[in-house]
């Protein structure tokens, strides 16, 4: 049995990456800790095999004002996390970093694409990311994961107002683009592959097809009977706005890893774009 200790309780990732190990009780053993509660640092991490880190701030923020406590939640928890788990005897230690840690205008992602992240938020993920590498050794396995957007039944940020968007607007642009997405059961069962085969480095797990805004919002206005016109009429002017505005530029613009990225992903990669749009509109 792979004991787990997720720490960051009550996340989106946490909630349902728990959701799906405890499938298998026979298998996993999994327990949550608060890692707002400073008693965090006095909790037994020598029980466990595994500790998950999900905890951190998800979401981007160009305040300033923000800056100090990206750094001292991203990086520095992250990096204290680590060393404190390596020194309990823990076998294994999974970060959930982002693939904001590269530069919002790279298109395709490759191996041999440069870090370069434009926002405090990705930098203070690369920085953790540089704290917790070194600490990799025979008898602790360290594995990065730099996901691209999260989705799935209950998620919050963008994909939702998407959805929301495919309800509401009349007009939507005829503009094709490629983006990377990752279904929170792919995610999931992506952990479960990391942990059973002891896996190390920096890992890309995506879905096994890349997205297309204007598909995603054409598939839920026919699923909620809603007519939208789509157009190029207007696509100079959005295609202009994608690279001054970051909104635009996760509407509009292409934004993926390349597939090969993903190999060691591909068999725990087992709901498709199809299935999971399908099981976002059951959610609703």
Not at 197 to 213: K, V, W
Not at 218 to 238: G, H
Not at 245 to 262: G, V
Request: with cysteine; aromatic share 14%.
């Amino acid at each position: 049995m792979r004991r787990v200790l997720i720490t960051g309780a009550n996340s989106y990732v946490g909630i349902n990456v728990e959701k799906w190990l405890m499938k298998e009780p026979d298998k996993y053993y999994v327990e949550t800790l608060d890692m707002k509660d400073p008693n965090w640092r006095e909790f037994d991490f020598s029980r466990f095999d595994v500790v998950f880190h999900v905890a951190g701030i998800a979401h981007v923020s160009t305040k300033k004002s923000m800056k100090d406590l990206y750094f001292k939640v991203n990086r520095d928890l992250t990096i204290e996390t680590a060393v404190k788990a390596k020194s309990s005897g823990v076998k294994q230690f999974i970060f959930m970093s982002s693939m904001i840690v590269y530069n919002s205008k790279e298109k395709c992602i490759t191996s041999e694409t440069e870090v370069l992240p434009d926002n405090f938020y990705g930098l203070s993920k690369l920085q953790a990311e540089e704290g917790i590498l070194p600490l990799q050794s025979s008898q602790f396995d360290v594995c990065i994961l730099r996901p691209p957007m999260i989705y799935g039944p209950g998620s919050k940020g963008n994909f939702p107002k998407l959805v929301n968007l495919s309800k509401k607007t009349p007009i939507f642009p005829n503009i094709t683009n490629k983006r990377s997405m990752l279904f929170i059961d792919n995610l999931a069962n992506s952990v479960k592959l990391i942990i059973d085969n002891s896996l190390s480095g920096i890992l890309f797990p995506q879905n096994n097809e890349y997205s297309c805004t204007r598909d995603i919002v054409n598939y839920f206005s026919k699923m909620y009977n809603k007519k939208i016109w789509f157009t190029k009429l207007f696509n100079p002017l959005f295609i202009f706005l994608s690279k001054l505005n970051s909104t635009f530029n996760k509407l509009f613009s292409d934004s993926y890893y390349s597939i090969d990225m993903s190999k060691p992903f591909k068999t725990s990669i087992h709901i498709s774009l199809e299935e999971s749009l399908k099981l976002m509109v059951y959610d609703e």
